[in-house]
């Protein structure tokens, strides 16, 4: 059954959506309020790093069933209107802003009279706190034959076209999950190709659907605290904690993703979404009952700060010392910057006076807005010339394969912290660095470390 299908807000979530339904067979049409990113997928260059994202783009374009606009009116007679708008941290504390979720629901009221009543799906994607679903469908429900429903994303940035196209499950929040709801067979109608192969499909509440969400970033981001936080232990008892991880791992109650340790969690979900969780959960009177995740923000935060306390541990007045930051994007595989660490430590060293370069295979643009042009290099070898000090911040592959012979004959000093402990300090010790990885010993047990004995580095 091809459906006639909007996707409102074409950023990085939306276009993935609006590119996937083409692909399972609809026709659909993608709006945004920025003409140059309309253009841009209009004309089938992806506005974003995202693997397979420009295939399956260009795959939609060329068979006629995918196109984008700007203007509402064109939306007017679709069958389903997905969602797909941004909800960022409120500029004045921790709530999500929901101000272009709003404004985008005003608009589509005002196009939907054109349906004459028809029944007209609005499916909600984003992240929004609790209660929201049900504060929406008030207005848009105004318009007759319009329902909403709530069908949170759950894309990891990197796999995302993976996780639209064979999703591990399908989250449909409706009014009241006890009530059979016809709202539920037309989103089924939507996504029959994923439920013919038998992807689990759960229905419930609107608040329970909301939850699920923001409650799986916030119990993800957790996770990595709590393994960076015993990385503080390591480091100060001289464990290693890639050794803890992996035993900790081995544990099916625990599991090893989301258990290494390093420099912590960024982008443009876990962050805000767990302070999104802590404001709705004041704002619900159960503050006290999250109030653990302030502790989860925290450490993440101490960690960006540790690899500054290291850099100058290993150098001493970080004044005029050339860095090299291997990674701008929050991690391997995007070229998204938002509340990248690489850039958060990168931008906390050039306070500290450090002459900084910073270099990234794909986000060097996001990375040239936040510290300047003149910081970014856009080649590793180049970026690696002359540096004192290297920081591997996002674990690209390539910065992962580095060879630590070859590397050494590039800087000015061998001396490297691995803030995504994806090295093998071995390995590179014996090639002659001083490496120092978070929640690892600054040297292997029985051998003197570099602050108690202090060893003579030769350029190489």
């Known amino acids: 059954m091809t459906l006639k299908i909007s996707v409102i807000g074409i950023g990085y979530l939306g276009a993935v959506h609006a590119a996937s339904m083409a692909e399972l067979g609809h026709d659909v049409i993608g709006l945004d309020v920025d003409p140059a990113r309309v253009a841009a997928l209009q004309a089938g260059r992806a506005p974003f790093h995202e693997p397979g994202f420009e295939e399956l783009l260009r795959r939609g374009l060329a068979s006629g069933r995918l196109r984008f606009t700007t203007d509402y009116e064109e939306l007017a007679h679709a069958d389903v209107h997905f969602l797909g708008l ?17 404004s985008a629901i005003a608009s589509l009221a005002a196009v939907l009279p054109a349906r004459d009543g028809a029944a007209t799906l609005v499916v909600g994607k984003s992240t929004v706190p609790a209660g ?41 929040g409706v009014p009241d999950p006890d009530v059979e709801d016809d709202r539920v067979a037309l989103l089924d109608a939507v996504y029959a190709p994923l439920l013919e192969h038998r992807v689990t499909r759960l229905v419930m509440g ?34 290693d904690v890639t050794d803890v991880s992996r035993a900790l791992g081995m544990d099916d109650r625990i599991g090893h993703k989301f258990l290494r340790a390093g420099v912590g969690y960024g982008g443009g979900c876990l962050p805000k979404d767990l302070r999104a969780f802590l404001a709705s959960a004041e704002e619900h009177g159960v503050g006290e009952a999250v109030g653990f995740l302030h502790e989860v923000d925290a450490v993440n935060q101490r960690r960006r700060a540790r690899v500054v306390t290291l850099a100058a541990e290993m150098l001493g007045d970080l ?18 910057v938002r509340d990248s ?14 002459d900084v370069r910073v270099t990234d295979p794909e986000a060097l643009a996001g990375a040239a807005r936040r510290l300047g042009p003149e910081r970014v290099v856009a080649g590793t070898e180049d970026a690696l010339a002359g540096a004192d000090l290297v920081v591997l911040l996002t674990e690209w592959r390539e910065y992962r394969d580095l060879d630590p012979a070859t590397t050494r004959r590039l800087v000015d000093m061998p001396r490297m912290i691995d803030g995504r402990n994806v090295l093998d300090p071995r390995q590179w010790r014996e090639a002659g660095w001083e490496i120092r990885s978070l929640g690892r010993a600054a040297a292997p047990r029985g051998v003197p470390s570099p602050e108690a004995t202090p060893s003579v580095l030769v350029p190489a």
């Not at 990595?224 to 100060?236: K, T």
């Not at 004044?319 to 998204?336: E, M, N, Y």
């Open 86 to 102: 941004g909800t960022p941290q409120q500029a004045d504390g921790f709530g999500a802003d929901l101000s272009h979720l709003r």
């Open 132 to 172: 929201t679903s049900r504060s929406l469908a008030a207005t848009i429900e105004q318009v007759a034959g319009v329902r909403l429903m709530w069908n949170p994303e759950f894309l990891r940035e990197g796999f995302a076209v993976q996780d639209t196209l064979t999703p591990d499950r399908l989250v449909y």
């Open 206 to 239: 609107y608040e329970a659907a909301e939850l699920v969400k923001v409650s799986a970033n916030a119990f993800l981001a957790t996770k990595i605290s709590f393994i960076n936080a015993v990385a503080e232990m390591c480091e100060a008892t001289g464990a």
């Open 319 to 336: 004044a005029g010392r050339r860095i090299t930051v291997l990674g701008a994007a929050f991690k391997p595989d995007s070229d998204d």
């Open 341 to 354: 660490p690489a850039l958060d430590v990168a931008a906390r060293l050039l306070e500290a006076g450090a």
